[in-house]
């Protein structure tokens, strides 16, 4: 199966929440269906500041990845953060994750981002992939989160 990536826009919306809801689900996010269906949306409708994209076929696609931008003096201007990656259970552990990321970072630095961050749970197999593909713990940096 391959991992290519296909950039969602709002008619993809309806395979795509149903993704999210089961991402969701597994690591215990709670968030009603409305107000997940409703920020999606927002974000297909072409937000700047984020991106969804479909892995695998887009008519059926088995995963999905969203990346959210911003700015950052330190590191040089444009950064990104991934926000959410999911693939499905079932065809985990066949590479599309790194295939993913192999594709996504290059492509993202070509338009001008300068770093790419996530939050990853400290245990599983996701932490192993992000370190094979590059990502590491910044010494004295913890992220820290405020909700409004």
């Known amino acids: 199966m ?4 296909t ?10 929440a149903p993704l999210v809801a089961k991402f969701h689900d597994e690591f215990g996010i709670q968030m009603s ?4 269906v409703n920020t999606l949306a927002t974000l297909l409708e072409g937000v700047p500041q984020g991106v969804a994209y479909l892995i695998g ?3 059926a696609p088995v995963g999905y990845i969203i990346v959210s931008f911003g700015f950052s003096v330190e590191m040089g201007g444009l950064d990104a953060m991934i926000d959410e990656f999911y693939i499905r259970r079932g065809v985990r552990g066949r590479g599309m994750g790194g295939e993913v990321l192999r594709a996504l970072i290059p492509a993202l630095g070509q338009h001008g981002v300068r770093a790419m961050h996530l939050e990853v749970d400290t245990i599983g197999a996701s932490k ?3 370190k094979r593909m590059g990502f590491v713990a910044r010494e004295h940096h913890h ?6």
């Open 2 to 5: 391959s991992a290519r990536l």
């Open 7 to 16: 950039l969602a826009s709002i008619e993809d919306l309806p395979r795509l």
């Open 33 to 36: 269906e409305d107000a997940r």
């Open 57 to 59: 076929p887009a008519t």
């Open 128 to 130: 192993t992939l992000y």
């Open 143 to 148: 992220l820290m989160t405020r909700v409004l």
